[in-house]
């Protein structure tokens, strides 16, 4: 018995992680950055050693840990990392901005080798690596890793199957609603048209984050939420000012009490605060900071009139 344990006892065990970005130039795809990750668990010689590369330069840290090397080993042994199937879907989509693989290999003492290849998704990691994350938690201390991260580690890639909901506030930084997204050309950072308020009239929105998901874990029931009209541009938002009517006009009143502009989406803001130029700015290839007023936002303060536009000035 003895025997088999000595002959199923784990040596060493090492982890890689390789990431490589792209980005689009002129219709073709062109590499952006690479980051190269290595944790190896050294039971014979009780050392602990970290690697990483990003874009050609490096960093290696070497730890002498005695006897705090075993435990771990023993129990990696007992974590499912090499006989579970990989799980798979066939409406996985490529990413074609990111490619991110993981190798794991252990080394027994009885000359084995084991090892693990895939890309790093839920999907194709073993079902036990969070656990493992759990196990070398400490490491985080020595500096950030990206194998080593829970949210990587538990994200899920696109399927074919998935439907996009994009995060849209009405003015940067502030809450954000679900809108489910038909326009596959939308992109974080993107100003678009979206219905709003019972009447569903049309108001500019900013994408902050975009979200893939099965139409069972829809943020918002599939007969309930609302889409996304399109992209904001010139034109649309000139459409939109001229759909206006006298008869909107004369909602004021209502209007005033939502302090909502109708027709960019943005709050009615006391002095200093931004409005329609937040838009305007976008549609005109200008960068806007990333955080425009940090101040707090008293509604006691706010204008009747949205700064930019002047809607409401009566």
């Keep these: 018995m003895q025997q088999m344990e000595a002959e199923a006892r784990i040596l060493r065990v090492t982890v890689e992680y390789e990431r490589e970005t792209f ?3 002129w219709d073709k795809v062109v590499p952006d950055s690479k980051r190269k990750e290595s944790l190896i668990l050294d ?8 690697y990483q590369d990003e874009d050609g330069i490096s960093c ?7 006897s705090k090397i075993e435990n771990p080993l023993r129990v990696f042994a007992s974590l499912d990392f090499f006989d579970s199937p990989t799980m798979m879907y066939g409406d996985v989509l490529p990413d074609l901005n990111v490619t991110e693989v993981f190798t794991i290999t252990a080394e027994y003492a009885d000359g084995v080798k084991k090892q693990r290849r895939g890309n790093f998704n839920r999907l194709e990691l073993p ?7 759990q196990l070398v938690e400490y490491l985080k201390d020595y500096g950030h890793s990206e194998m ?18 994009c995060r849209v506030s009405f003015y940067l930084g502030e809450r954000t609603y679900s809108y489910l997204c038909e326009i596959p050309t939308i992109q974080c950072g993107t100003w678009v048209l979206v219905p709003v308020g019972k009447e569903n009239r049309l108001a500019a929105g900013y994408v902050e984050r975009i979200e893939y998901r099965q139409p069972d874990n829809a943020p918002f029931p599939l007969d309930k939420i609302k889409k996304i009209s399109c ?8 459409e939109l000012e001229n759909s206006i009517t006298e008869e909107d006009k004369a909602k004021n009143a209502s209007i005033l009490r939502s302090r909502m502009c109708p027709l960019f989406g943005c709050k009615l803001y ?24 940090p101040e707090p936002f008293d509604e006691d303060d706010a204008f009747d009139i949205c700064y930019d536009c002047e809607w409401g000035d009566i």
Aim: charged residues 30%; glycine residues 6%; contains cysteine.
């Design 270 to 293: 006391r002095r200093g605060r931004g409005g329609c130029m937040d838009v305007q700015s976008y549609l005109n290839g200008e960068d806007l900071p990333m955080e425009i007023f």
């Design 43 to 50: 039971g014979e010689n009780e050392t602990l050693e970290c």
């Design 127 to 133: 079902p036990d690596y969070q656990d493992f994350i």
């Design 231 to 238: 992209e904001c541009t010139q034109q649309t938002l000139q």
């Design 148 to 165: 080593l991260s829970y949210q990587k580690a538990n994200r899920m890639p696109r399927r074919k199957s998935d439907l996009m909901f």
């Design 60 to 66: 290696v840290q070497r730890y002498h840990l005695p």
């Design 23 to 25: 980005y689009n130039k």
